[in-house]
Protein backbone atom coordinates (compact mmCIF):
# COMPACT_ATOMS: atom_id res chain seq x y z
CA UNK A 1 0.00 0.00 0.00
CA UNK A 2 1.01 3.75 -0.09
CA UNK A 3 3.26 4.97 2.41
CA UNK A 4 4.24 8.73 3.03
CA UNK A 5 7.80 9.63 3.02
CA UNK A 6 8.50 10.89 6.73
CA UNK A 7 11.94 12.27 7.49
CA UNK A 8 14.69 12.23 9.40
CA UNK A 9 14.20 8.83 10.57
CA UNK A 10 16.01 9.04 13.68
CA UNK A 11 17.74 12.27 15.61
CA UNK A 12 20.07 13.14 18.73
CA UNK A 13 19.68 16.47 20.04
CA UNK A 14 20.56 18.33 22.74
CA UNK A 15 18.85 19.33 25.76
CA UNK A 16 16.66 22.74 24.44
CA UNK A 17 16.98 22.61 20.84
CA UNK A 18 14.22 23.15 18.78
CA UNK A 19 13.61 19.80 16.44
CA UNK A 20 11.79 19.86 13.27
CA UNK A 21 10.21 16.61 11.12
CA UNK A 22 8.18 16.56 7.97
CA UNK A 23 6.55 14.26 6.32
CA UNK A 24 5.67 14.28 2.30
CA UNK A 25 3.19 12.35 -0.05
CA UNK A 26 2.78 12.19 -3.90
CA UNK A 27 -1.50 12.88 -3.80
CA UNK A 28 -3.00 15.26 -1.98
CA UNK A 29 -4.43 14.90 1.31
CA UNK A 30 -7.33 16.63 3.30
CA UNK A 31 -6.45 15.60 6.83
CA UNK A 32 -2.83 15.53 8.90
CA UNK A 33 -2.18 13.64 12.12
CA UNK A 34 0.47 13.75 13.83
CA UNK A 35 1.33 11.15 16.95
CA UNK A 36 3.56 9.94 19.67
CA UNK A 37 4.46 6.61 20.45
CA UNK A 38 6.38 5.42 23.58
CA UNK A 39 8.23 2.04 23.72
CA UNK A 40 5.28 -0.84 24.15
CA UNK A 41 2.59 1.53 23.86
CA UNK A 42 0.16 2.44 21.49
CA UNK A 43 0.38 6.20 19.91
CA UNK A 44 -1.06 9.07 21.11
CA UNK A 45 -2.59 11.56 18.98
CA UNK A 46 -0.61 15.10 19.35
CA UNK A 47 -2.08 17.24 16.55
CA UNK A 48 -4.73 17.11 14.09
CA UNK A 49 -5.03 19.17 11.14
CA UNK A 50 -8.04 19.64 8.38
CA UNK A 51 -7.04 22.62 6.10
CA UNK A 52 -4.53 23.95 3.85
CA UNK A 53 -1.92 26.11 5.29
CA UNK A 54 -3.48 25.80 9.33
CA UNK A 55 -0.79 25.75 11.76
CA UNK A 56 -1.67 24.58 14.84
CA UNK A 57 0.24 24.68 18.10
CA UNK A 58 -0.02 21.88 20.95
CA UNK A 59 2.05 23.05 24.20
CA UNK A 60 5.64 23.18 22.88
CA UNK A 61 4.65 21.53 19.62
CA UNK A 62 3.72 22.93 16.63
CA UNK A 63 2.93 21.39 13.36
CA UNK A 64 1.36 22.81 9.85
CA UNK A 65 -0.70 21.77 6.82
CA UNK A 66 0.78 22.48 4.09
CA UNK A 67 -0.21 24.70 1.28
CA UNK A 68 0.08 22.10 -1.57
CA UNK A 69 -1.92 19.45 0.74
CA UNK A 70 0.97 17.20 -0.06
CA UNK A 71 3.09 17.73 3.07
CA UNK A 72 3.04 18.27 7.09
CA UNK A 73 6.02 19.69 9.07
CA UNK A 74 5.89 19.23 12.83
CA UNK A 75 8.23 21.28 15.26
CA UNK A 76 8.76 21.06 18.87
CA UNK A 77 10.86 23.62 20.75
CA UNK A 78 12.62 23.17 23.73
CA UNK A 79 12.99 20.09 23.86
CA UNK A 80 13.22 18.21 26.94
CA UNK A 81 13.90 14.25 28.24
CA UNK A 82 10.12 13.30 27.76
CA UNK A 83 10.28 13.81 24.21
CA UNK A 84 12.27 10.49 23.49
CA UNK A 85 10.20 8.50 21.33
CA UNK A 86 8.73 8.27 17.74
CA UNK A 87 6.41 10.38 15.84
CA UNK A 88 4.90 9.29 13.15
CA UNK A 89 2.65 11.20 10.16
CA UNK A 90 -0.50 10.21 9.06
CA UNK A 91 -2.65 11.15 6.16
CA UNK A 92 -5.72 11.12 4.96
CA UNK A 93 -6.76 11.49 0.51
CA UNK A 94 -10.29 12.98 0.09
CA UNK A 95 -12.14 9.43 -0.82
CA UNK A 96 -14.34 6.95 0.71
CA UNK A 97 -14.02 3.11 0.57
CA UNK A 98 -10.30 2.26 1.66
CA UNK A 99 -8.60 5.08 0.09
CA UNK A 100 -10.37 7.13 2.80
CA UNK A 101 -8.28 5.27 5.52
CA UNK A 102 -5.34 7.01 7.50
CA UNK A 103 -2.31 6.29 5.36
CA UNK A 104 0.77 6.12 8.01
CA UNK A 105 4.95 7.51 7.50
CA UNK A 106 7.88 4.91 9.16
CA UNK A 107 8.32 7.19 12.15
CA UNK A 108 11.00 9.83 13.19
CA UNK A 109 13.06 8.11 16.23
CA UNK A 110 13.91 10.99 18.68
CA UNK A 111 16.75 10.66 21.41
CA UNK A 112 17.34 13.24 23.45
CA UNK A 113 20.92 13.52 24.90
CA UNK A 114 20.98 14.54 28.41
CA UNK B 1 -12.96 6.69 31.84
CA UNK B 2 -13.33 6.43 28.11
CA UNK B 3 -10.76 4.38 25.76
CA UNK B 4 -9.99 1.93 23.71
CA UNK B 5 -8.79 -1.08 25.70
CA UNK B 6 -6.61 -3.81 24.32
CA UNK B 7 -5.78 -7.44 25.84
CA UNK B 8 -3.73 -9.24 26.58
CA UNK B 9 -0.51 -6.71 26.30
CA UNK B 10 1.47 -9.50 25.93
CA UNK B 11 0.50 -12.96 24.15
CA UNK B 12 2.81 -16.26 23.56
CA UNK B 13 1.60 -18.92 20.76
CA UNK B 14 2.80 -22.02 19.86
CA UNK B 15 3.12 -21.90 15.76
CA UNK B 16 -0.19 -23.68 14.37
CA UNK B 17 -2.32 -22.19 16.52
CA UNK B 18 -5.22 -19.80 16.20
CA UNK B 19 -4.89 -16.48 18.66
CA UNK B 20 -7.51 -14.19 19.08
CA UNK B 21 -6.67 -10.52 19.63
CA UNK B 22 -9.66 -8.33 21.85
CA UNK B 23 -10.58 -4.68 21.57
CA UNK B 24 -13.00 -2.93 23.15
CA UNK B 25 -14.23 0.51 23.06
CA UNK B 26 -16.12 2.67 24.92
CA UNK B 27 -16.17 5.87 22.96
CA UNK B 28 -19.45 5.57 20.59
CA UNK B 29 -17.39 5.12 18.02
CA UNK B 30 -18.46 3.77 14.19
CA UNK B 31 -15.75 3.31 13.07
CA UNK B 32 -12.49 0.51 14.06
CA UNK B 33 -9.14 -0.41 12.74
CA UNK B 34 -6.37 -3.25 13.24
CA UNK B 35 -3.00 -2.16 12.35
CA UNK B 36 0.53 -4.48 12.63
CA UNK B 37 3.34 -2.90 13.53
CA UNK B 38 7.22 -4.05 12.71
CA UNK B 39 10.13 -2.60 13.91
CA UNK B 40 11.36 0.59 12.05
CA UNK B 41 7.99 0.23 10.05
CA UNK B 42 4.68 2.47 9.96
CA UNK B 43 1.55 0.70 10.92
CA UNK B 44 -0.16 -1.20 8.12
CA UNK B 45 -3.92 -1.33 8.09
CA UNK B 46 -5.47 -5.30 8.30
CA UNK B 47 -8.98 -4.84 8.44
CA UNK B 48 -11.02 -1.82 9.46
CA UNK B 49 -15.18 -1.71 10.40
CA UNK B 50 -17.32 1.09 9.76
CA UNK B 51 -20.13 -0.19 10.89
CA UNK B 52 -21.26 -3.14 12.77
CA UNK B 53 -21.24 -6.49 10.76
CA UNK B 54 -19.60 -4.66 8.05
CA UNK B 55 -15.63 -4.96 7.73
CA UNK B 56 -13.56 -4.55 4.59
CA UNK B 57 -10.24 -5.66 4.09
CA UNK B 58 -6.60 -3.52 4.23
CA UNK B 59 -3.42 -3.51 2.71
CA UNK B 60 -2.31 -6.96 4.61
CA UNK B 61 -5.37 -9.20 5.52
CA UNK B 62 -3.74 -12.20 4.30
CA UNK B 63 -3.89 -15.06 6.97
CA UNK B 64 -6.18 -12.05 9.85
CA UNK B 65 -10.27 -12.65 10.43
CA UNK B 66 -12.24 -10.40 11.94
CA UNK B 67 -15.62 -9.69 13.39
CA UNK B 68 -18.18 -6.85 14.03
CA UNK B 69 -20.59 -8.43 16.14
CA UNK B 70 -21.16 -5.18 18.75
CA UNK B 71 -20.16 -1.86 18.14
CA UNK B 72 -18.10 -2.04 20.75
CA UNK B 73 -15.70 -4.96 19.91
CA UNK B 74 -13.95 -5.78 17.47
CA UNK B 75 -11.54 -8.73 17.86
CA UNK B 76 -8.68 -9.91 15.50
CA UNK B 77 -7.95 -13.83 15.00
CA UNK B 78 -4.39 -14.15 13.56
CA UNK B 79 -4.79 -17.72 12.19
CA UNK B 80 -1.93 -20.35 11.26
CA UNK B 81 -2.60 -18.99 7.78
CA UNK B 82 -0.50 -15.79 8.40
CA UNK B 83 3.35 -16.73 7.95
CA UNK B 84 4.92 -14.38 10.04
CA UNK B 85 2.61 -13.82 12.98
CA UNK B 86 5.04 -12.08 15.12
CA UNK B 87 4.49 -8.49 15.55
CA UNK B 88 2.95 -5.73 17.86
CA UNK B 89 -0.72 -5.23 17.06
CA UNK B 90 -2.51 -2.10 17.54
CA UNK B 91 -6.22 -1.30 17.32
CA UNK B 92 -8.14 2.19 16.98
CA UNK B 93 -10.93 3.66 16.97
CA UNK B 94 -12.33 7.06 15.25
CA UNK B 95 -15.97 8.86 15.42
CA UNK B 96 -16.73 8.50 11.40
CA UNK B 97 -13.88 6.81 9.03
CA UNK B 98 -12.70 10.94 8.77
CA UNK B 99 -12.04 11.98 11.94
CA UNK B 100 -8.98 11.36 13.98
CA UNK B 101 -8.21 8.03 15.12
CA UNK B 102 -7.40 6.74 18.78
CA UNK B 103 -5.20 3.88 19.77
CA UNK B 104 -5.14 1.54 22.52
CA UNK B 105 -2.28 0.23 24.03
CA UNK B 106 -1.22 -2.55 22.19
CA UNK B 107 -1.06 -6.43 22.13
CA UNK B 108 2.52 -7.77 21.32
CA UNK B 109 1.99 -11.50 19.99
CA UNK B 110 5.22 -13.69 19.99
CA UNK B 111 4.75 -17.07 17.91
CA UNK B 112 6.82 -20.18 19.13
Known amino acids: GQQLNQSPQSMFIQEGEDVSMNCTSS?????WLWYKQDPGEGPVLLIA?????ELTSNGRLTAQFGITRKDSFLNISASIPSDVGIYFCAGRGNYGGSQGNLIFGKGTKLSVKP | DGGITQSPKYLFRKEGQNVTLSCEQNLNHDAMYWYRQDPGQGLRLIYYSQIVNDFQKGDIAEGYSVSREKKESFPLTVTSAQKNPTAFYLCASSMYQNTEAFFGQGTRLTVV
Open chain 1, 27 to 31: SIFNT
Open chain 1, 49 to 53: LYKAG
